[in-house]
């Protein structure tokens, strides 16, 4: 991997030597460990979000306002929109 990168990177101009792109591709490996925490969904729970987006809408552009509910425990959703003139 740090090879390629190299290689790449002195196309561009790059002046240093290998060791130096060799180093630093292993430690950005040793930095960028990936974590993973479980999803824990409590009955009950909801996650919400409203904004404004703009949407095609009978072939003129308008401005949306949206509202979306979900609850993951059970997998349900509510998505409720309202259009206004842009």
């Avoid at 060791?19 to 479980?38: G, I, S």
């Avoid at 552009?61 to 425990?73: D, T």
Wanted: hydrophobic share 45%.
């Amino acid at each position: 991997m740090a090879e390629r990168i190299y290689e790449r990177i002195r196309e561009m101009g790059y002046g240093g030597k290998y060791t130096q792109m060799k180093d630093a591709v292993r430690e950005l490996l040793r930095l960028k460990q990936e974590v993973f925490m479980p999803l824990i969904h409590r009955v009950g729970e909801a996650q919400v979000d409203f904004g404004y987006a703009l949407a095609k809408v009978s072939g003129g552009l308008r401005k949306v306002g949206f509202f979306v509910m979900v609850l993951p425990y059970s997998d349900a959703f509510f998505v409720r929109a309202f259009e206004r003139d842009v």
